[in-house]
Nanobody, 115 residues
Framework: QVQLVESGGGLVQAGGSLRLSCAASGSISSINTMGWYRQGPGKRRELVAT???????NYADSVKGRFTISRDNAKNTVFLQMDSLKPEDTGVYYC?????????WGQGTQVTVSS
């Protein structure tokens, strides 16, 4: 089992910044991918960004150049720095951990961007 604890969501004005954190604990595989997904009001859950244990990253086109994903492998923690936020970035942001066989989700943290 892997437990994920997210933090850092909140309310921000358009153009502002937020930093999300997700700490993983439990049976952590040395080879894994961690990432962030989001679900906006009335929308399906979508990929935001992922980073694997080797540091390779992947971003949704909608966030490229504005969001940066990083990780601290020693602390099993992944971060999402979100800059130049837009109202359409509003949603619940979920941390995801993918090990060799199993995947886990965090409980989600709300991000609201006002115009």
């Amino acid at each position: 089992q892997v437990q994920l604890v997210e933090s850092g969501g909140g309310l921000v004005q358009a153009g502002g910044s937020l930093r999300l954190s997700c700490a993983a604990s439990g049976s952590i595989s040395s080879i894994n991918t961690m990432g962030w997904y989001r679900q906006g009001p009335g929308k399906r859950r979508e990929l935001v960004a992922t980073i694997n244990s080797g540091g390779s990253t992947n971003y949704a086109d909608s966030v490229k150049g504005r969001f940066t994903i990083s990780r601290d492998n020693a602390k099993n923690t992944v971060f999402l720095q979100m800059d130049s936020l837009k109202p359409e970035d509003t949603g619940v942001y979920y941390c995801q951990y993918q090990g060799r066989l199993l995947g886990y989700w965090g409980q989600g943290t709300q991000v609201t961007v006002s115009s």
